[in-house]
């Protein structure tokens, strides 16, 4: 199957300060690609979901000035948390999908935690 | 609104016995559904989806799904559970076509040896 990956996988800042986590599909474009945050023991919650060249779209109750998200290739997308605080810390997982394609392709995800 | 509910949350099985998901969905139209997998320290891997078709749809490593439209339903079926099967199982759905993906809540499965 088609490879993501995600780097940092595993973060650790300060609050107030900003961290950016990028997601990158290896052997495909990715025209779409989707952000989600999984609480522990918990299910995916979607966050984002963005386009390659367009402005993400957020689900109800995500603050798009704090996730910033950008996707400005084919094979890369980049999520920003800004002023993070230590109600940010979670597991921030990212997919991709092809432009034919109904199936997302996972990456490993990223822990991030805010002290 | 669309969900998915998994009604099992935590499932405890030996060796060699047989596994059974469940999964429900509320959605009136056409639907894509998707079991996935997530073993310990990993991400998470498909193991089948049904787009159309033959309702019963056969998987990786042993497991199948069945859709039975008149119940909004998706169960995870395998015959005999082994200890690496020990894992977290996902069912997500979407509305057909390229929509995004709305997951249960998982179904934390351990398989004692």
């Known amino acids: 199957g088609a490879v993501v990956s995600q780097h940092p996988s595993w973060v650790i800042c300060k609050s107030g300060t900003s961290v950016k986590i990028e997601c990158r599909s290896l052997?495909?474009?990715?025209?779409?690609m989707f952000w989600y945050r999984q609480f522990p023991k918990q299910s995916l919650m979607l966050m984002a979901t963005?386009?390659?060249?367009?402005?993400?779209?957020?689900e109800q109750g995500v603050e798009k000035d704090k996730f910033l998200i950008n996707h400005a290739s084919l094979t890369l997308s980049t999520l920003t948390v800004t002023s993070a605080h230590p109600e940010d810390s979670s597991f921030y997982i990212c997919s991709g999908r092809g432009r034919t394609d109904y199936e997302q392709y996972f990456g490993p995800g990223t822990r991030l935690t805010v002290t | 609104a669309q969900s998915v509910s998994q009604h099992n949350h935590h499932v405890i099985l030996s060796e060699a016995a047989s596994l059974e998901l469940g999964c429900n969905y509320s959605y009136g139209g056409t639907v894509n559904l998707f079991w996935y997998v997530q073993y310990p320290g990993q991400h998470l891997q498909l193991l089948l989806k049904y787009f159309s078709g033959d309702p019963l749809v056969k998987g990786i490593k042993g497991f199948e799904a069945e859709f039975i439209k008149s119940k909004f339903s998706f169960n995870l079926r395998k015959p005999s559970v082994q200890w690496s099967d020990t894992a977290e199982y996902f069912c997500a759905v979407n509305s057909g076509g390229y929509n995004k993906l709305i997951f249960g809540a998982g179904t934390r499965l351990a398989v004692h040896p």
């Open positions: 052997d495909f474009q990715a025209t779409t």
């Open positions: 963005s386009n390659e060249g367009s402005k993400a779209t957020y």
